[in-house]
C-alpha cells in the first residue's frame, strides 16, 4: 500500500514566505536597465556557487545578474511565466515538461548546464540485493522523477517495469512485477533525504544527501544512474518565457557565457566527486522539440 507524507502546513509557509520575499525584494524583479537581468534559482550548492561565478562574469561585461534565492519549486516557474522574473535555474527538463503539462504554461529552455544522476540511498543497507523483503523505499512523487528509482530497480533485476515507457512516464501503475514486495513511499522531492532514515532505501538526489547530514555519503549510493543518454531528460537548464532568446539576445548570449565558462566547468570537477556533470555540449533544443512530440502525441 502506498503511503504519503505530506506537510501542507510547511508548504503553506514556504509558498508564503516565497509570495513576500518576490514582493518585498525589488532586486529581483524585471526593470527597465537592459543590462540587468532577473534570476530565481533553488538556495542550493549546484545552482548557487555556479550562479556566484556567473555574476562576476557578467560584471566584468557590464552585466548586473539580480537574484532571488528560494527552496520552492513551484513559484519559480510560475513567475517567469507571468514575466515577473527573466530567466530561472532549479530544474531539469523533464520536470519543466510535466510543469508546463500541470499548470498549462509554456516556459522553456534555453541552455543546459549540468547532467543530475541520482541514486538509490540506503543508512541500513550496503547494496541493493540486500533490501529485504517488504523494504519501504521512498521515491520522489512527482511524476517526472518517480520512475526513476523503479528503473534503477528494474535494471538492477530487482523489480520488473513496463520498459515500453519513457522513463519520464514510469509510475508505480507500470510495475509488472514486484517479487520482493517492496512498499513504496511517495515524497516530495525535497524530502527525500530527510526521510531516508525511516525508511529501508530512497531514491535521491545526489545534491540533498551531500547537503544534509546523514551517515550515508552523496558518493556512495546502493545503485546510480550512469547511462548518459538516458540521463538527457534530466539535464538542468535555464529556463525563461517564451521568446526570450530571440527578443533578449544580448541578455541570452551573456548568460550563456557566464555560465559555461571555464570556472563553472572547474567548479563542477570538485563537487561531490565530478558525479555531476556539465552539460555545456547539449542542444536542449533537440531533446526539449522531442519531448514536445512525445506531449502532443
Given at each position: 500500500m502506498t503511503k504519503f507524507y505530506t506537510s501542507?502546513?510547511?508548504?503553506?509557509?514556504?509558498?508564503?514566505?516565497?509570495?513576500?520575499?518576490?514582493?518585498?525584494t525589488a532586486c529581483g524583479l524585471t526593470d527597465n536597465d537592459d543590462q540587468s537581468i532577473s534570476m530565481i534559482l533553488t538556495e542550493s550548492g549546484p545552482f548557487q556557487e555556479p550562479t556566484n561565478i556567473a555574476i562576476d562574469k557578467l560584471e566584468e561585461d557590464g552585466w548586473t545578474l539580480d537574484t532571488t534565492?528560494?527552496?520552492?519549486?513551484?513559484?519559480?516557474?510560475?513567475?517567469v511565466a507571468n514575466g515577473e522574473y527573466d530567466v530561472n535555474y532549479?530544474?531539469?527538463?523533464?520536470?519543466?515538461?510535466?510543469?508546463?503539462?500541470?499548470?498549462?504554461?509554456?516556459?522553456?529552455?534555453?541552455?543546459?548546464?549540468?547532467?543530475?544522476?541520482?541514486?538509490l540511498y540506503s543508512e541500513k543497507y550496503d547494496a541493493a540485493e540486500d533490501l529485504p523483503?517488504?523494504?519501504?523505499?521512498?521515491?520522489?512523487?512527482?511524476?517526472a522523477n518517480n520512475g526513476r528509482g523503479l528503473l534503477l530497480l528494474h535494471e538492477a533485476g530487482l523489480l520488473e517495469v513496463d520498459e515500453s515507457k519513457d522513463v519520464t512516464e514510469i509510475s508505480q501503475e507500470d510495475i509488472l512485477d514486484n517479487p520482493h514486495e517492496f512498499d513504496f513511499v511517495e515524497v516530495d522531492q525535497q524530502s527525500l533525504a530527510q526521510i531516508l532514515p525511516d525508511v529501508d532505501a530512497g531514491f535521491s538526489f545526489t545534491r540533498l544527501i551531500a547537503e544534509s547530514d546523514l551517515e550515508v555519503a552523496a558518493t556512495d549510493p546502493l545503485l546510480i544512474e550512469e547511462d548518459a543518454e538516458a540521463q538527457l531528460p534530466y539535464t538542468v537548464v535555464i529556463a525563461a518565457a517564451p521568446g526570450f532568446a530571440e527578443d533578449e539576445p544580448e541578455k541570452y548570449a551573456a548568460l550563456r557565457d557566464a555560465y559555461q565558462a571555464d570556472e563553472v566547468e572547474e567548479w563542477f570537477q570538485e563537487y561531490i566527486g565530478g558525479l555531476k556533470n556539465t552539460a555545456f555540449d547539449i542542444d536542449v533544443q533537440d531533446?526539449?522539440?522531442?519531448?514536445?512530440?512525445?506531449s502532443n502525441a
Open positions: 501542507s502546513h510547511r508548504f503553506l509557509l514556504g509558498t508564503l514566505s516565497i509570495a513576500a520575499a518576490i514582493t518585498l534565492y528560494v527552496t520552492d519549486i513551484v513559484q519559480p516557474n510560475q513567475v532549479f530544474q531539469h527538463l523533464a520536470y519543466l515538461r510535466q510543469f508546463n503539462t500541470d499548470y498549462d504554461l509554456d516556459v522553456e529552455p534555453l541552455f543546459a548546464v549540468f547532467q543530475a544522476p541520482a541514486g523483503q517488504g523494504a519501504q523505499i521512498a521515491l520522489p512523487v512527482d511524476r531533446i526539449w522539440e522531442e519531448f514536445q512530440a512525445q
